[in-house]
């Protein structure tokens, strides 16, 4: 089961920014990105985050590392808060945690050749000589795919595909053998058949080196495809939370349910009709109560009297919403019925 | 995909094709050369009689000679001497100071970038000849003061496009994930991002070498600049009285002037050029 | 489903664009055959560097130097667009055929209204009076599905959210009611929520207005949900083309067959996928033959001639001498089912 302590744990965590005037927002105020957020990545798993823009799960991202400070709310990684740490043992503790970006255009510094770029994070963190550090950069070259390594070391990013620049920032990642890897979105960029390499790369790394990965996307098929459990943001909180197959084949949640009923394959077995225009509306966030139930089609009075907790939907499920109390608790109705604005009939499924 | 030849070949082709840029190039190192070579090439010491007074160019001496006798051509190779030197190290020392005050203004932001830029807008706004007449009635008029004096006067116009390069390439993910594996800031500063920002500082800096010699000659035309070396911009205010009759005086020190700012500012623009393209291939 | 006339709307002949660059000429598109009927939904999936963006740039003959079209035809209502001025192509261009692209706000004016976007294209084309051309506008957005249209109208495009940034730009598009709409990535930089809202709406307008399709698109599924045929674009080719349904469920080139196979879907449980091995050709140094044997577990000596696309269904083409033998009925699969 899980070992005592959990390799990485947020712990209420709440990031706000000052926020910009726009059409309908007051001029002065603040942008909650994430609204007490609190999860937990054990050793040795996949963690998925989904959401779409504005959930917070980038922000989230940066959190987990402590590279933003968090408003409130504490990151534990391996037991120690990283807000109380000095900077020389923050330092330390970084051998110990990666990230990986989604834009391989923009995740290696142009000016920096590949030997030099994964030859970093030895020179930080260990005492090796430099010809020690020439033959793990060459090892990691082979480990992600990259061979000839002597030919892949000596050039820089822009002579590089795609592919392989992710192939090398996943290498800087894994250098150390890191045990926590947060990955933002890191294959959102590429091409579908370079996708599936990287995908099976993440994995094959996570079976030989035991890493944690806290996966962030917007693409469920993709986090469904990594993830041992997965948390669903929306609007800076997470709304539901699962083992992946529960979660998306089963979602309890009504925004997880739009999710999962929006994706293409979907569209083209024609299980579904469309949202009608209820979404995609830039409008005043109302804080009270449910944050989606300007949305949701089965919001009920008491969605806008208090905010719903997580309410267990089944084991080790959850999901933030007031219909797993009642009597009925929907089985993904979108999938089999008519989201519409006007009329909420519908019948349950089979 | 489409495959490139190596970054820096297609660069220099670039700067190749500019034709105009290559000409500066050739310019420049011709008057680099002339200006290394003086005591060889000069026939006669450039501040000592020689020669009849305003005598016109012939074989004796090709720029013919000044109201004191003494050889214009000469005069001329090691004024171009002084007149590279003061230009090149005051660029340099204006670039280094620009560099720093831009860096940390641009990576720390906040408090040190709003002091950093009161004290840029600062000397942005002192007229230069008035500083320059002040350092040098207070240290007195050598090379080093009037090359100090340029170097700290120009600097403000680096530092504001460092800043800039600095304040936009902070957030970059390359520097995120050098923050993530545990780099300082001040490997920040000096290995992930000043690298990428200095292709403009590059340019300018070109540019104000051309703009350091002018303001150096005429630093030098108002009498500022060491009586003790030769000067271009000296050779043409002391050839002010004899313009009609000795035109040699004025006209040889004026062209290589004009041809050694103009070589500058050809490079700076073929550097600008080459800068550029590099980003749209 | 769709009514479909008799004539083509869109037809492509023997299409080359080429990029003419300093030191290599990169034919992006290489030798493109392509038609669309009234009505239809026609799908171009293929990755980058496959050519889709050029060619429908190309159709809109939006491509610039160093860009240029190099050879075949295309006609649009039977008229060759290649030999039309640009003068001729601006009047073309939105009355009767139109894009839409993957970001809208590069696309948008940032520094007029949307409402008066939607309004020009509406004057120029169609000779509307400014005020006429402002309620059109305005019912238009209504039709979009935005909501309080009069308030959108008066807004400025970073102003507005993502999705609704696209709406206006398929607003713009259809405002004159051109008979063909091209896509190209319509949805790539939307989330999945606004994604299926704005394919419905696609959907919705094009059956509505008995416009014709073409989508261009990396993602299987999308071109899936929304066409009825298919081309699958390879280095600049077409290596397959037929029904939707019959190509995803039993592709016959192999190209199309790994393509599926790493796609990663939600539908299937977790496993390993299958992956295509090395990279797309270098489109500067091509070599003759196919261009996806070095990558294609199924290569023969004889690929290294192009193959022709042979007849495999009804309608439905693949260029792989897989099929060299067999009648149309009777094509082979080109591996194991999924």
């Not at chain 1, 989904?50 to 968090?70: N, Q, Y």
């Not at chain 3, 667009?81 to 073309?92: D, F, K, P, Q």
């Not at chain 3, 894009?99 to 976007?117: E, F, K, S, W």
Request: proline share 7%; with cysteine.
């Amino acid at each position: 089961m899980h070992a005592p302590m959990s390799l990485l744990e947020l712990v209420d965590l709440v990031k706000e920014f000052p926020a910009p005037a726009g059409l309908l927002q007051p001029r002065h105020g603040v942008v909650r990105a994430v609204n007490h957020v609190s999860l937990q990545v054990e050793q040795r798993e996949t963690v998925g985050v989904v959401g779409e823009s504005g959930s917070g799960k980038t922000t989230l991202a940066r959190l987990a590392l402590h590279l933003i400070d968090p408003t409130r709310g504490h990151v534990r990684f391996l037991g120690r808060s990283l807000e109380n740490l000095s900077a020389g043992e923050l330092r330390a503790l970084r051998a110990h945690m990666a990230i990986i970006f989604q834009d391989p255009y923009a995740s290696l510094n142009p000016r920096q050749h590949v030997d030099y770029i994964l030859g970093r994070p030895f020179d930080l963190h260990t005492r090796l000589s430099r010809r020690e550090i020439r033959r793990k950069v060459l090892n990691l070259l082979d480990r992600v795919g990259l061979s000839p390594a002597v030919d892949f070391a000596r050039k820089f990013p822009h002579q590089l595909s795609g592919g392989q620049r992710q192939r090398v920032a996943i290498g800087r990642a894994v250098a150390l053998e890191p045990k926590l890897i947060v990955a933002d979105e890191p294959v959102s960029s590429l091409d579908v058949s370079v996708r599936a390499q990287i995908l099976n790369l993440l994995r094959d790394l996570q079976s030989d080196l035991g890493g944690s990965y806290l996966f962030i996307s917007h693409d469920l098929s993709v986090v469904h495809s990594i993830s041992d459990r997965v948390a669903v943001m929306y609007e800076g909180e997470i709304v539901e939370e699962g083992r992946a197959p529960d979660v998306f084949l089963n979602p309890a949640h009504p925004y997880t349910q739009l999710l999962v009923a929006s994706i293409p394959e979907h569209l083209k077995e024609r299980r579904v009709d469309f949202v009608a225009g209820k979404g995609d509306a830039i409008g005043a966030k109302d804080p009270q109560g449910c944050i989606f139930r300007l949305r949701c089609p089965y919001a009920m009075p008491r969605c806008s009297e208090a905010e719903p907790p997580l309410l267990n939907a089944g084991e080790g499920h959850s999901a933030r919403c007031f219909l797993l109390e009642e009597t009925l608790p929907p089985a993904n109705w979108v999938l089999t019925r008519a989201w519409t604005d006007a009329t909420g009939s519908g019948e349950p499924p089979v | 995909m489409v495959s490139m030849a190596s970054d820096r070949l297609d660069a220099s082709a670039v700067f190749a094709a500019n034709r105009l840029a290559l000409l500066g190039l050739v310019l420049i190192a011709l008057f680099v050369a002339l200006a290394v070579l003086a005591p060889l090439l000069a026939p006669y010491p450039p501040l000592k009689g020689s020669g009849p007074a305003l005598a016109p160019p012939r074989e004796a001496h090709f720029f013919g000679t000044d109201d004191l006798g003494r050889d214009v051509f000469s005069q001329v190779l090691y004024g171009t001497r002084v007149s590279l030197l003061v230009g090149l190290s005051s660029a340099t020392i204006s670039g280094i100071i620009g560099v720093l005050v831009g860096a940390t203004a641009g990576f720390f932001g906040g408090i040190v970038d709003d002091s950093l830029m009161r004290l840029t807008d600062l000397f942005q706004v002192i007229p230069r000849i008035f500083l320059s007449i002040l350092l040098v009635a207070l240290f007195g008029q050598t090379l080093t003061v009037t090359t100090i004096a340029i170097g700290i006067l120009s600097w403000p116009g680096t530092a504001r496009i460092l800043r800039a390069e600095f304040l936009s390439k902070r957030t970059a993910d390359y520097v995120t994930a050098a923050r993530s594996i545990g780099a300082g800031p001040a490997e920040l500063i000096f290995r992930e991002i000043l690298p990428n920002a200095l292709a403009p500082v590059i340019v300018t800096s070109s540019l104000l070498v051309g703009s350091a010699i002018l303001l150096e000659a005429g630093l030098a035309f108002i009498g500022l600049s060491d009586p003790n070396q030769v000067s271009l911009g000296r050779m043409i205010s002391a050839a002010l009285p004899f313009m009609r009759d000795a035109w040699w005086m004025s006209v040889f020190p004026g062209v290589v002037l004009f041809s050694i700012t103009l070589g500058f500012n050809l490079i700076g623009d073929g550097l600008s050029d080459m800068m550029n393209p590099r980003l749209r291939r | 489903m769709s009514v479909r006339q008799p004539q083509r709307i869109l037809e492509v002949e023997s299409l080359r664009v080429e990029y003419r660059l300093r030191r290599s000429i990169v034919p992006a598109v290489d030798g493109v055959d392509l038609s669309v009927g009234g009505g239809e939904r026609v799908g171009v999936v293929g990755e980058s560097g496959s050519g889709k963006s050029t060619l429908a740039f190309s159709i809109m003959r939006l491509v610039r130097p160093p860009g240029v079209i190099a050879g075949g035809s295309i006609r649009l209502h039977g008229a060759d667009l290649t030999t039309l001025s640009e003068n001729e192509m601006i009047g073309v261009r939105g009355s009767e055929m139109a894009m839409i692209y993957q970001d809208p706000l590069t696309y948008l004016n940032p520094v007029l209204r949307v409402g008066d976007q939607i309004a020009e294209s509406l004057i120029s084309h169609r000779r509307l009076e400014r005020r006429e051309a402002r309620n059109e506008a305005i019912r238009l957005l209504e039709r979009l599905h935005l909501p309080s249209p009069r308030s959108i109208a008066e807004a400025f495009p970073h102003q507005l959210s993502g999705g609704q940034r696209q709406r206006i730009i398929i607003g713009i598009a259809i405002a004159c009611r051109p008979k063909l709409l091209i896509a190209d990535e319509p949805t790539t930089a939307l989330d999945v929520t606004v994604q299926a809202e704005i394919l419905k709406l696609i959907d919705e307008l094009v059956v509505e207005l008995g416009m014709s399709l073409l989508l261009i698109s990396h993602d299987l599924a999308i071109v899936a949900a929304l066409c009825e045929r298919v081309y699958v674009m390879y280095a600049g080719r077409f290596v397959e083309t037929g029904p939707i349904e019959s190509v995803y469920r039993a592709p016959k080139h192999p190209y199309t067959e790994a393509l599926l196979g790493a796609s990663v879907t939600l539908l299937e449980p977790r496993s390993r996928f299958r992956t295509i091995p090395g990279a797309p050709p270098d489109l500067a140094h091509l070599r003759s033959g196919c261009r996806f044997a070095d990558r294609c577990p199924l290569r023969m000596d004889i690929c290294a001639q192009y193959p022709p696309a042979f007849p495999v269904g009804s309608n439905w083409t693949a260029s792989c001498w897989v099929h060299a033998d067999a009648r149309t009925d009777e094509s082979p699969r080109v591996s194991r089912p999924r």
